[in-house]
């Protein structure tokens, strides 16, 4: 964000553009040299927009369009049922599991 700042407001920095690597969630990215980029995916930023590459596929937006989503994915992540999803689902998988073991278990020794 403070790359996308400075483009905007310095002159200067009206034609550069970075590389940036994904550094957790989707919109946390960090700036780095050509050299250090994942190949697999990484992005550029201007100010004329932004390019995300995946693999051999490229979507450009402006900044302006991912500052907006950005901002929305934000917004979701401080809904109470997406801060705790993963725990969640981690428990609800955990809960199923060993239900069908103690099952799986007590139809043997009803079996037998």
């Known amino acids: 964000m403070d790359f996308i700042h400075l483009i905007r407001t310095d002159p200067e920095m009206a034609d550069e553009f970075c590389y940036l690597n994904k550094c957790g969630h989707p919109y946390d990215f960090k700036i780095v040299e050509f050299d250090e980029r994942n190949p697999r995916e990484y992005m550029t930023i201007s100010a004329r927009g932004i390019t995300h590459f995946i693999d051999d596929e490229a979507t450009f937006m402006t900044v302006e369009e991912w500052e907006r989503e950005a901002k929305m994915f934000h917004q979701l992540l401080d ?28 139809s043997q020794v009803l079996n037998q």
Do not use: A
């Open 79 to 106: 809904i109470e049922f997406f801060k705790i999803y993963k725990k969640w689902k981690s428990f609800s998988l955990w809960k199923r599991l060993m239900r069908r073991n103690m099952m799986k278990e007590c």
